[in-house]
């Protein structure tokens, strides 16, 4: 089953297209990373997908019955956003927002929503912490797990390991990956092209003449596909050096 199809989506600012004529399907249950160069446009892509900013042209349909506020978001953090002087339940809690309407306090259901989200992330000893004393990781974590509060069913990810150490890397990829495995639909912005082929059931790479949309392992014998693998690969070799 599709939740989501983009046709002939363009994506920019006061009619200046980043990225045109972009064309992908992801079913549930899938897991698509967005790759591409810095400044490529995955972001504004991904704020188009959430209808954070109008499409120039083209279209993203939500399929399937899934709405709008039911897709958690963990967007890039700003240095502004990684000092917020709130608690980190409250922070996990603020993901029921978009579904509140005009009630002004969370039921009993959702603060036990919030508790199992953080439990799945392990961060219920760090609840009444203030977020901004927490480490890169502990700070990604609560806000998947705020994330997991709008959406049981589609995470869209932008870039979620950034400036994090290779070890709670490694973990974050883990836990996204669990959820996944539960079920979870998960898009991905990556600059990792070495946990885009580990993870991904599905890669959209971007870039501002053509763009590749496809199965992972069509992907790697596609032109972009074998460049990036080999790119990689002589990064490695460089990092072992
Ligand atoms: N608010 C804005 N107004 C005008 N142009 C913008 C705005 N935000 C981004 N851009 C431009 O749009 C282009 C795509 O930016 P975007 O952030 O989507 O790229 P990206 O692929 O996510 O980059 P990165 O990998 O570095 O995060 C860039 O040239 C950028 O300068």
Redesign the pocket.
Known sequence: MSYMIARNLSV???G?E??ANINFEVNKGEYLCIV????????????TILGLQPAISGEVMFMDGLKKNEVGYLP?QTMIQRDFPASVEEIVRSGFQGQMGWRPFYSKEQKQKALENMERMHIVNLAKRCYRELSGGQQQRVLLARALCASQKVLLL??PVSGLDPNVTADMYDLIASLNRDGITIIM?S?DIGATIRYATHILH?DNRHTFFGTKEEYLKSPEGFIAAHEQELECEGGRK
């Open positions: 920019g600012y006061e200046q980043v990225l591409g160069e810095n400044g490529s446009g995955k972001s504004t892509l991904m704020r890039q932008d870039e912005i600059h971007v």
